[in-house]
């Protein structure tokens, strides 16, 4: 079965303390790796789309980067705004290009 | 321009009330997605349409009908909901046959009392 796990579970930070959040994944064949950022009671925004491992991508103060068992967010200088939930999607080979499994999230919460 | 337009943003209804959510988009996308989802859980798929035709029903129960009048448009009819579906319920979009990113709407709270 295929599996998305995310950690920390919830992360405390600075403003301008990098950090970086982990999606491992356990899965038949992986198609596409998936980050969201999401705002409480909003729907999730779609950050970026990996492919395959040693793939990287960036966005402001973003950057995720895949290998073949995980993938990480690195978070440069973040700011209060940066805070939300992350959540890591995947596409695999029994899911199909419709199903997303999702890993449960990482918390971030930014302080001034 | 990705985005998904949902109304309405809130909604409370009676257990024996009918209501429906509605979702649009103009990206050209031919896959369109039903999801729920509580809080501090991630999203839970519903229903997918894939040109217009529902290709993946995730069992849920009849009180929940989707509809897709056509390629911008889906709905989602409620009737006789419990108060456990009370939720967030997201729309998504993507291309369709390849893995493409799903873009969300920004979703509709509804309450069931």
């Known amino acids: 079965e295929d599996q998305v796990t995310q950690s920390p579970e919830a992360l405390r930070l600075q403003e301008g303390e990098s950090s970086s959040l982990n999606c491992s994944y356990t899965?038949?064949?992986?198609?596409?790796l998936f980050w969201y950022r999401q705002d409480p009671g909003k729907g999730p925004e779609f950050l970026f789309t990996l492919y395959s491992a040693g793939e990287e991508k960036e966005k402001e103060r973003l950057k995720a980067t895949l290998t073949k068992k995980e993938s990480f967010l690195h978070i440069t200088a973040p700011k209060p705004e940066d805070s939300a939930t992350y959540l890591c999607a995947v596409q695999t080979l029994n899911t199909g290009f419709q199903k997303l499994v999702f890993g449960t999230g990482t918390r971030l919460l930014v302080s001034p | 321009d990705t985005e998904v337009t949902q109304t309405p943003k809130h909604l409370v209804m009676g257990m024996t009330n009918k209501k429906s959510l509605k979702c649009e988009q103009h990206m050209g996308h031919r896959a369109m997605y039903w999801y729920k989802q509580k809080a501090k859980k991630p999203p839970e798929l519903m229903f997918v349409?894939?040109?217009?035709?529902?290709?993946i029903n995730e069992s849920v129960p009849s009180r929940f009908s989707p509809e897709c009048p056509n390629s911008s448009l889906l709905n989602l009819h409620l009737h006789a909901l419990q108060p456990e579906d009370s939720a967030l319920y997201l729309c998504?979009?993507?291309?369709?046959?390849?893995?493409?990113?799903?873009?969300f709407g920004p979703g509709t709270r509804l309450t069931v009392t």
């Open positions: 349409y894939s040109y217009e035709k529902l290709s």
């Open positions: 899965v038949s064949g992986l198609r596409g």
């Open positions: 998504a979009s993507s291309a369709s046959g390849q893995s493409y990113e799903q873009y």
